[in-house]
């Protein structure tokens, strides 16, 4: 195993469901690096970073995952759309969260700890929000909310599933410049994402990933016509089988 990595999987198979979803992956994440995660819709990205954030520890069917990291450093946000928000929630209450793990659930919210929920808010865009119901956001401003939860946590590592899907262009590019800054200051990024475009212009290293077939590296020698038309011809081998 690569000794010098943040994170990395060795031979490593996921199941979802008793279905076979990804199959003998092997990769090694350095620290600090921005790691797009692309490929074909149905090719296991989601369920990877699941599996590999912690939150899935039951999905891995064989191989394994070492983590040079503890639990606390770890930050993980879902797809958008498997998020509830139909809780009378307030904006600081979903941003304060993001103290949780290193201040304790039960402990009430110091003067310092608003202020890095202020900070936080006006680093997003949304001064002023956070007494803002939840259910009164727009998706893109719900976005941008979790993103400010993100940024309290302070965590090593982020696990961020398709976080630029249904955002506004404005949005998209804010949220960009954000993680961007977060990864200057060191944190390591594994990011499932689908603008090649903006993947190519951002990230150091790309894992694509089609089920059975797989490629890491550095996003140059990885984005090449021939490894993308390969992942795209496996999928329609897995599509036409479920016809």
């Known amino acids: 195993m690569h000794t010098a990595s943040m994170i990395s999987a060795q031979d490593l198979s ?3 469901k008793n279905i076979p979803i990804v199959e003998k992956l092997s990769f090694a994440v350095p620290p600090g690096a921005q790691v797009a995660i692309v490929g074909p819709n149905g090719g296991g990205k989601s369920t990877l970073l699941e599996a590999l954030s912690i939150q899935g520890s039951e999905l891995v069917q064989a191989g394994t995952i070492d983590r040079a990291f503890p639990p606390l450093e770890t930050a993980y946000l879902p797809q958008r759309s498997t998020l509830q928000r139909d809780f009378p929630l307030l904006v600081q209450d979903v941003v304060s969260g993001g103290l949780c793990p290193r201040v304790g659930w039960l402990k009430s919210m110091t003067g310092t700890h608003r202020h890095s ?5 006006t680093s997003v865009g949304l001064p002023g929000f956070s007494l803002q119901s939840i259910q009164a956001l727009s998706g893109g401003q719900f976005q941008r909310v979790l993103f400010a939860r993100l940024m309290v946590q302070q965590a090593s590592i982020v696990f961020l599933d398709e976080p630029m899907t249904g955002v506004d ?3 998209k590019i804010d949220l960009m410049n954000l993680i961007n800054r977060w990864n200057q200051s060191g944190q390591t990024q594994l990011i499932v994402l689908h603008d090649l475009e903006i993947v190519r212009q951002f ?3 790309v894992l694509l990933l ?3 077939f ?3 590296g550095l ?6 016509p021939e490894n993308l038309e390969t992942a795209y011809s496996v999928a329609q081998t897995w599509e036409g089988a479920a016809q």
Not at 117 to 121: D, G, I, K, R
């Open 14 to 16: 996921l199941n979802r």
């Open 169 to 171: 262009e404005p949005t």
């Open 203 to 205: 990230f150091t290293h």
């Open 210 to 212: 089609a089920r059975s």
């Open 214 to 216: 797989s490629h890491f």
């Open 219 to 224: 996003t140059k020698d990885v984005l090449t």
């Open 117 to 121: 929920v202020e900070n936080a808010l």
